[in-house]
Each structure stands twice: as C-alpha cells, then as structure tokens.
C-alpha cells in the first residue's frame, strides 16, 4: 500500500521558515530557530531533515474540540509531559509530571499545543541526545521560530489534520 506524505519544504532565504505543501496549496510554517539539519541534537533548535511517520494527535478540550482527522487522537492532560532528557530511560517518550528529569509539559499557559500531531521522529529505536518531542503544532504570532518543531496556523493545522490517514508520513526537505 502506498503511504500518504506531506511535504515542509524550507522557504526560500528563509532558514526558519517553511511551506507544508498541501493539495488545495503551500501553507507557511515555522521551524527552527538553526533551520534545517541532518543530524540534529538535542537542544539544537534544528527541525530535523527526513521523511518521518505521523503517530498521533494530541488535543487540549478546554480548548478545541476533537479535531477531524483519521489518525489516533489522544487528549492532554494536566500531567502529561514528554521526557527531553537524554540520560533518563524514558527520553523523547509521553510521561506523567512532576517528573525529577527534564520533561516539557504538554498542558501549556499558551496555545501552542492545543492541538500537536506527534511525529515519529527518533522514536523506533531512540538515540539518546538526538533530539526529542519534534511535533507540529500551532504557531506564535509572526511564526517565530520554534526549538525544531514545525508550527502552524489554527486554521492551517485544522486543514492539515483532515488530510492525515493512517500511514500518512511527513518529508521535511530543503
């Protein structure tokens, strides 16, 4: 069975900036404050180059309702985190907080993770320092730059998120 995949390309003299290509056309995103790179590590700030599979979406209900899309869906909680720390057993993994090791919290003050669609990025197998919690999810103001993931609007995550199927892979490209 041939696999769906969703292109980022890196805007045109803009490192930090990319198009996700899509059927009905190119959507602007946000990537990395380094930009693009092969052979990320952790706390980089490089979205990493390669073609990655979609695990699953991840969604805050006092924010947004359960999204139409046709991969996993998962709702975040207040003790949900994802383990940043290369040392830990559990790096560039889901966890529950408080946690004695370097986690981010998924139950965000701001709105960059109402919705975040995990990307199998250093996942099956992990490599410790090579880079953990790589999502899309939604875009600051002015798209700045983000710590390697790839962020979007709302909207354009919403008409993303219609688009994903099981086996749906994402190729982030220069």
């Known amino acids: 069975m041939r696999h769906a995949?969703?292109?980022?390309?890196?805007?045109?003299?803009?490192?930090?900036?990319?198009?996700?290509?899509?059927p009905h056309g190119a959507r602007r995103t946000a990537l990395g404050r380094s930009g693009m790179k092969a052979l990320k590590r952790e706390g980089d700030g490089a979205t990493p180059l390669g073609r990655f599979p979609i695990r699953e979406v991840l969604y805050r209900t006092d924010r947004i309702?359960?999204?139409?899309?046709?991969?996993?869906?998962?709702?975040?909680?207040?003790?949900?985190?994802?383990?940043?720390?290369?040392s830990d057993r559990n790096y560039n993994r889901p966890i529950k907080l408080p946690s004695r090791r370097s986690a981010e919290g998924l139950m965000r003050a701001d709105e960059l993770y109402d919705v975040v669609?995990?990307?199998?990025?250093?996942?099956?197998?992990?490599?410790?320092?090579?880079g953990s919690a790589i999502f899309m999810h939604l875009a600051r103001p002015g798209y700045t730059p983000t710590e390697g993931c790839i962020a979007l609007s709302r909207g354009d995550m919403l008409a993303l998120l219609r688009h994903l199927r099981p086996g749906t892979w994402i190729d982030i490209r220069r």
């Open 117 to 130: 669609v995990v990307l199998g990025y250093n996942d099956r197998p992990r490599v410790r320092g090579r």
């Open 65 to 86: 309702s359960r999204p139409r899309t046709g991969v996993p869906c998962r709702v975040i909680r207040k003790r949900d985190g994802w383990c940043d720390d290369p």
């Open 5 to 22: 995949v969703i292109v980022v390309r890196r805007a045109p003299g803009k490192p930090a900036e990319g198009r996700l290509l899509l």
